[in-house]
């Protein structure tokens, strides 16, 4: 059951990456208005999410045989700075799958600047992806911007404009990276509830030299707990050995002073003193 939970984890953080993968080049191929930081993060998110969790129970059990405070601190710390990624990726990515203006004027930015940046390249491949001309209509900015005749529509017989289409692609990608991240963020709480010292289903992938030592680690433990366990029990043993004795050299004393003194008769007194003259 344990290699087969470790399978499935490792094949939801690969479907994960793998779907963060593709809408960031999804994004970046569409101009999208979505930073590369938080699409790249998205896509560090399950590869990081499934190492935390592998050296999760690695660093718990080192962590309880150490003094050090950060060195005890550090399976929480990994862990809380996980969620906490995990927690801005989600607010960010929730804030763009929601319509609001700040959306619609985050695009009306992005086009603007590319059409004064006369970067005709990232228009033309939003117009030929989404089938569509201009942000707003179709002579809205539109690409080519050189010849006023020959304009996008009129090549390309589009009448539809690029806001509707290019609005849902933005919707669709951050919708996807959100669920991408909220996934990881069940999987992370998953891995810590099923998680346990010495019972822990992760123990399943650990290479053979990882239980090697472990066992060594453990049977030393238990021979230590058994040479202080032999030693109290022959301290005790000597101590009950010696109150023993001890009770046995006061025994006769104490008898011999609580026996009744014999008084000789009258007889045996007058027997003793004729016997004496």
Not at 51 to 60: A, D, G, R
Not at 75 to 92: F, K, S, Y
Not at 220 to 246: F, G, H, N, P, Y
Request: proline content about 6%.
């Amino acid at each position: 059951m344990g290699l087969g939970l470790g399978l499935a984890f490792m094949l939801g953080s690969a479907v994960l990456f793998g779907v963060a993968a593709v809408v960031h080049f999804h994004s970046a191929h569409l101009s999208l208005p979505v930073s590369p930081v938080i699409t790249i993060l998205t896509i560090l998110l399950p590869i990081v999410s499934f190492l935390n969790s592998y050296i999760y129970p690695t660093l718990l059990h080192s962590a309880r045989n150490s003094s050090h405070p950060l060195h005890r601190l550090s399976p929480t710390i990994l862990q809380t700075l996980q969620g906490i990624v995990t927690t801005i990726l989600a607010t960010l990515l929730f804030e763009d799958v929601i319509p609001s203006t700040t959306v619609d004027c985050l695009m009306e930015n992005r086009w603007k600047g590319m059409f004064q940046a006369h970067d005709g390249e990232s228009i033309r491949l939003i117009q030929d992806t989404l089938n569509c001309c201009g942000l707003n209509t179709v002579q809205h900015m539109p690409y080519p911007f050189i010849k006023p005749d020959t304009t996008c529509s009129t090549m390309y017989g589009r009448d539809k404009s690029c806001r509707g289409p290019w609005t849902a692609a933005l919707r669709s990608s951050t919708g996807a990276d959100f669920g991408v991240v909220t996934a990881v963020g069940l999987l992370q709480i998953l891995s810590l509830l099923m998680t346990r010292e010495g019972t822990n289903w992760w123990n399943s992938w650990r290479p053979i030299a990882w239980h090697r030592q472990r066992r060594g680690v453990e049977g030393e433990r238990r021979a230590l707990l058994e040479d202080v366990t032999d030693a109290d029990e022959e301290v005790v043993e000597r101590q009950d050995d010696s109150s023993r004795s001890r009770g046995y050299q006061s025994l006769p004393s104490a008898e011999a002073e609580n026996r009744p003194r014999v008084e000789p008769s009258p007889i045996h007194q007058e027997e003793n003193h004729w016997r004496d003259s």
